[in-house]
């Protein structure tokens, strides 16, 4: 069967979809882990693609600034979990990464951010300490690159 | 603490490093001297008589090791009055950007080399770098070079037509 095409980014107010993602180490990241404190994902297209590379290195700049705000902020793309951490690791940010590479997408499909050419919408999605969507964002186009200040305007909605 | 919601991006003041006429057209460019699409657009805009150019720091460590640590050299001249003096020179040759090469640019631009190495270190300078980064983070800057002509935000390579 075709992969589906996503209906749309999550609205604020919407719950969490139920999910998997593998971290770096390749153990589950699950729903279960928005519980309890603020969640900021950044759903981006591909690793080591220019634009992706940038978005990430602006966002590290500012990271102490999510921290204290008792947020988490976590890079999503359907790149395998090595890929990730090569990406990372080659533009010495510290942002944890988080993959949707088996079943390819499906948890992009589920916030509604899965591209129908195969990969992550470059979106922005704020979850509060109840797995609620506080604020989600999705740029225009994959090769619009969302503000740091984005981040916070979703971060003064939780 | 004030926090980095979206904001329109700081007026001019008497704080910013800016040169040209005062009637000329206003250009406030983010940017950093290790990016060298802002060395060719510095170039661009110092050819032009009739800009109000003002620069502002937006350096990314992760990109550019050293863009924090050059934004710091051009405040610490700043502080002597040389801001556009190493402005220029770190442009003009991006490739030399380690603590020697900021000293001798300090002694050719015949700076007191000690206090602009204590000055390129404070606190003070770094808040002033920090400042701008904010200032440019809240009204949408990504990259650079971004420029602000007539308050319209144009982002990267920069158009002939945009100055």
């Known amino acids: 069967m075709p992969p589906e095409v996503s209906e749309g ?4 107010g ?4 139920e999910f998997t993602l593998r971290r770096e180490d390749g153990s589950a990241f699950t729903r279960a882990e928005l519980e309890g404190k603020t969640t900021v994902l950044v759903f981006y297209p591909f690793a ?3 634009v992706c590379t940038d978005q990430l290195s602006l966002y590290q700049e500012i990271l102490g600034e999510i921290e204290d705000r008792g947020a988490t902020i976590y890079g999503v793309s359907c790149d395998a979990n090595y890929s990730q951490r090569a990406f990372r690791e080659q533009l010495g940010v510290t942002i944890q990464q988080l993959s949707d590479f088996e079943p390819k997408g499906e948890v992009c499909r589920a916030f509604g951010v899965y591209h129908p050419k195969g990969f992550p919408q470059r979106a922005l999605v704020v979850i509060g300490p109840d797995a609620v969507v ?3 964002y999705q740029a225009p186009s994959p090769s619009e690159l969302p503000g740091a200040n984005l981040i916070f305007d979703g971060l003064a909605a939780v | 603490m004030t926090d980095l919601r979206s904001a329109p991006i700081p007026p001019v003041g008497d704080s910013d490093h800016v040169r040209g006429p005062a009637d000329g057209i206003e250009v406030i460019e983010y940017g ?11 170039a661009r ?13 937006f350096p990314v ?3 550019h090791p050293r863009a924090w640590a050059a934004a710091c050299a051009a405040e610490a001249a700043a502080l002597q009055g040389r801001f556009w003096e190493m402005h220029d020179s770190l442009f003009e040759d991006q490739a030399r950007l380690e603590d020697p090469h900021l000293w001798r640019r300090a002694r050719e631009l015949g700076l007191d080399v000690e206090r602009f190495d204590s000055d390129r270190r404070s606190e003070a300078v770094a808040a002033r770098v920090r400042e701008d980064f904010r200032g440019g983070v809240r009204a949408g800057v990504v990259t650079t070079p971004t420029v602000f002509v007539d308050g319209r935000m144009h982002a990267g ?3 002939e037509g945009v100055l």
């Open chain 2, 157 to 159: 390579r920069i158009d």
């Open chain 1, 48 to 50: 080591f693609s220019p």
């Open chain 2, 45 to 57: 805009l110092a050819a032009r008589a009739a800009l109000r150019h003002t620069f502002r720091h």
């Open chain 1, 134 to 136: 506080r604020w989600s």
């Open chain 2, 32 to 42: 950093d001297f290790e990016c060298p699409f802002c060395a060719a657009l510095s």
């Open chain 1, 9 to 12: 980014l999550l609205a604020p």
């Open chain 2, 61 to 63: 460590r992760s990109s």
């Open chain 1, 14 to 17: 919407s719950p969490a979809p």
